[in-house]
């Protein structure tokens, strides 16, 4: 689907408040609002709005520990991969997996309750996947800054 200016412009808005009645989110982009209403349909037809979902603070939800995790793997056959991809994608730790190059083929994002259900996380599950060669962790000292939107500038 190739994006119009007046689908950013919903998208930004969306961004920032997924619960903005149609009415309010028509006047902000200026469209009327069923016009601003089939557009929307269509952008979640389109697989460009996934979803909708509340922004939770982790710590205040008692997931104070956080980290970054790479992960090197020992084989990297297709079936194997796709093992470890649906096993990593399935543990409500791990916030993000990216497939990555450098020295680890996975980054992973893992919040946990504290350090001791982190290490209970890496050794009954981390640690005993089939084919995980080295696991290094990187605590997360402060948040910066954290993306919940896509610029959509145009770019």
């Not at 939770?56 to 093992?83: C, K």
């Amino acid at each position: 689907m190739e994006l119009e200016d007046q689908d950013r412009r919903i998208l930004e808005v969306l961004q920032k408040d997924g619960q903005i009645p149609n009415a309010r989110l028509a006047e902000q982009v200026g469209m009327s609002p069923s016009a601003c209403w089939r557009r929307v349909r269509a952008l979640e037809d389109a697989g460009v709005i996934k979803g909708y979902r509340a922004l939770v603070d982790a710590a205040r939800a008692g997931l104070s520990f956080h980290a970054i995790v790479l992960v090197q793997l020992t084989r990297h056959n297709g079936e194997f991969l796709q093992t470890f991809i649906n096993t990593i994608t399935r543990r409500p730790e791990v916030l993000d997996c990216f497939a990555t190059t450098g020295e680890a083929d996975y980054h992973l994002r893992v919040r946990c309750r504290d350090l001791e259900s982190y290490n209970r996380f890496l050794e009954t599950f981390l640690f005993p996947l089939p084919g995980v060669a080295n696991v290094r962790t990187n605590l997360v000292l402060k948040e910066i800054k954290q993306e919940t939107a896509l610029d959509m500038g145009g770019a």
